[in-house]
């Protein structure tokens, strides 16, 4: 049983992986991105190394957090503009064997795999009297509750254009529901607990 277990969050992964890899191509997966020219985008990254050093989060404007007064920082935030930049210096420095992408790749991969193992034993707690598709609901809602508690965060505190939300919206519930088509006629329902929760 537990094999079936494992068989079935090591599928599910690749299943999440394959959504994802899909739903971040275009149009999806460029929804609410820009570019701005290569002489451009050169003088943003010029300024940015001689300002941030160390792969961060900077929040632009910058506040003084020894400052017990932020009126001033709040009235510039508020005026704006205001940034909120994930930097990354040196970018291979993560690579395996000297790839970059390839890295990502698999650190995405395993990360899939993980997520998807998780619902695995998820769906073998859930009622031996529930129904194929509430089950896939249940699973399907693992993503809903992640876009919700975090990627409406991103959009409401640090101004992710609408459109990326709606497409993580996509990325994530979609993956979650095609992967529970999947994890939730494949998986046995093994957890027992008080007599009567079956019947829940």
């Known amino acids: 049983m537990r094999k079936r277990i494992v068989v079935t969050g090591i599928l599910g992964g690749l299943i999440l992986f394959a959504w994802s890899f899909i739903a971040h191509l275009p149009p999806i997966g460029t929804a609410g991105e820009r570019t701005v020219s290569s002489a451009q985008g050169d003088a943003v990254l010029n300024a940015m190394r001689r300002s941030m050093s160390e792969r961060s989060i ?3 404007p910058g506040m003084d957090v020894a400052s017990k007064d932020r009126s001033a920082w709040l009235a510039k935030f508020e005026a704006g503009p205001a940034a909120f ?13 000297g790839a970059p992408y390839a ?3 698999l650190i995405e991969l395993l ?3 993980a997520a998807a193992l998780l619902g695995a034993v998820l769906a073998s707690c859930l009622s031996r009297r529930l129904g194929y598709w509430p089950r896939v609901l249940v699973l399907a809602s693992i993503g809903l509750l992640a876009t919700i508690d975090i990627d409406v965060s991103y959009w409401n505190w640090w101004a992710f254009p609408s459109s990326y939300l709606l497409a ?7 993956g979650w529901f095609v992967n529970a088509r999947w994890s939730a006629s494949s998986t046995p329902r093994r957890c027992r607990g008080r007599p009567g929760i079956d019947s829940l």
């Not at 930049?85 to 395996?96: K, L, M, R, W």
């Open 103 to 105: 890295t990502f790749l």
């Open 58 to 60: 900077y929040i632009l």
């Open 168 to 174: 993580q919206f996509v990325d994530h519930v979609g």
């Open 111 to 113: 990360s899939d795999i």
């Open 85 to 97: 930049v994930a930097f990354n210096p040196h970018p291979a420095e993560q690579a395996i064997g």
